[in-house]
C-alpha cells in the first residue's frame, strides 16, 4: 500500500518511512505546540519552526482507564511520555493494561497501527508508544 | 488601603439528590438562607454574582426573579470548577472597588446520576470518509486514541506524576486518602454520602480510571451554597450579633494556570495552586502552619495528595510522608477535608467554591456541631476548575467571638 492511500489520525502525525510527531517550536524560548498557533504562551512570540520529536521516551505518568465516555473502547492505557524535553500526550499500545505492566519511568517507542479504511480506500493511522 | 472584607451570611444546602428542585430552587433556597443568616434582605445587596456551569448561563437573573428583583448589577460567571469562588471573589472585589457595600454570591448545580464528566466529545463515527477536523485535524475522535479527556484519568495522571517524580505513591496510599475523607463525612449531615468505607471496600470498588475506583471520584450530585459578603465599615454599623458571627476574608485570591511545558498535554493544576497560595499567605500574614483546618480540592483521591504540596502543607515533595503521619484526619496536625470533601460531600461543580467556605466559616463560628474542630481560628478553602482556575480563600474568626 503506498503512502498516498494514508492518513494519519492527527496532522501532527508525520507518516512515511519513519513515522514521526511534528511541533510548532517557538522561535524565540523553545516552547514545543502541537496545535497551530497565534502566539506563543510563554513569551507571546510570534515566530515558529516546525520540529520533529524523538521518537522515544520515559513515561511520566499514565493510568488505566476502565470507564469511559459511549463509544470509547476500554481498557486503555493514557500516559504522559516524555520524548527528550517535549512532553507529549498519548495511549501506551502493545503492552498489558495493568499495574503489573505498565510502569512510571518505562522506556517506550513510538509506534503506529491501522485504524481501518474508508469507502475511498484511504487508511487512517493513528500512534501511541509500546514498550522499548 | 482597601477595606477589609467579611462573609456576613453563609449557606449551603444538603447536598446529594433533588428531584422535585431545578436550580433555581436550589440556589434560591441557598440565597434566602445565607441572607437570613446574615441578618440582611435582597434589599441590602449591592451586586450579585452568581454561577451554574452547566446551566444556561443567566442563573443570576433567574435567581432574582425568585428571591427579588431590585435592579442590581448580575455577574453570571462561569470558571469550571472554580465558579463558586469566582462569584465570591467577583462580589468582593465590588466591594474593594467602592462600588457597594454588601454582595451576594450564589453557586449552583444539579448532577445527581450526571455519570463521567468531560471525555467523548462529538461521536464521529469511524467510517465512510476520513476527514480531518478540529484543532489537531482530527479524523477520529481522540479520546481513548491519544490519552483520555475524561476527568478521573485525568486527575490519576496528575496523582501519578507526582509519584514518579517523588516517590511512594501508591494504589493504596491514595485509597487510603479516600478512606480519610469518608470516615470523615459520617459527621457532616448535608454530604451526599456519609457512609464509613474500609480500605479494603475502596481499593475492591469498580476501578475508574487507576488508581481511582468509583469511591476515590467526586461525587456528582445536586446542591447549592451562597454567601453575602459586606464590607469591615459597613459591618462596624451592624448589631454586635452580626459582628461576632462574621467571619473576616483575609485573603481571597483566584489565579489561571501560567505557561509550563506538558501544560497543554495534561493541564496543570500545581503551578496555580501554589502561585495563589503563596499570595493568599501574603495577603492573609498568616502561614500554612497557622491553619486550623484546610478544605482542598480532592475532585480525586489523586488530587488531594498534590494540593498537600501545592498549598505549602508540607515541605515539596513530602506529601506522601505528611498524609501518613496522620497529619490531614480530623484529629491531626492540620485536618484537611473534614467535611467529607468532594468524595463523600459531592461535588456539584458551581456549588463547590462557596459550600467549602461554608464549611470553614462554620467552625471558625463555632457552630459544627459534631464535627466541630475545637477552637478553630483560621482556615483555608481552595478550588481547581481544569483548563484551568484556581481560587483560594483564607478566612479568621472574629476578634469579638
Ligand atoms: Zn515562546
Redesign the interface.
Known sequence: MSATTQIPLVNYLVLGDTPHLQANECTSCGARYFDRRNACAGCFGTEFRTVDIATEGEVRSFTIVTFAAPGVPVPFVAAIVDCNGTSVRANLINVEPSPEHVKLGMKVKLATYSLGTDDNGVEAIGFGFEPA | MADDIYILGIKMTKFGKHPDKDTVDLASEAAMAALADGGVTMKDMGILAAGCLMGQGSIGQQIQKQIGQTGIPVFNVSNACATGATALRTAIMAIKAGECDMGLAVGVEKLAGAG?LG???K?KS?????T?GG????????????????M??TF???G??Y??KYGGAT?ELFAKIAEKNHAHSTLNPLAAYTKRMTLEEIMND???????TRSMCSANCDGAAAAVVVSGSKLKTMSLEQQRRAIKVSASILTSDP?Q??C???PDVNTLTKIAAKKAYEQAGVGPEDLDLVELHDCFATAELVHYDNLGLCEEGGAVDFFNSGATWRDGKTPVNVSGGLESKGHPIAATGIANIWEVCHHLRGEAGDRQIEGAKVGLAHVIGLGSACGIHILEKSALG
Open positions: 463521567l471525555g467523548g466529545g461521536p469511524d467510517k465512510k470518509e476520513w480531518p484543532r489537531y485535524g482530527a479524523v477520529a475522535s481522540t479520546d481513548g486514541r491519544i490519552g483520555t479527556d475524561a478521573p484519568g490519576a495522571q496528575v501519578m506524576e509519584g514518579h494504589f469498580v476501578m475508574i480510571a487507576y488508581p481511582n505557561w511545558e506538558a497543554q498535554v495534561l
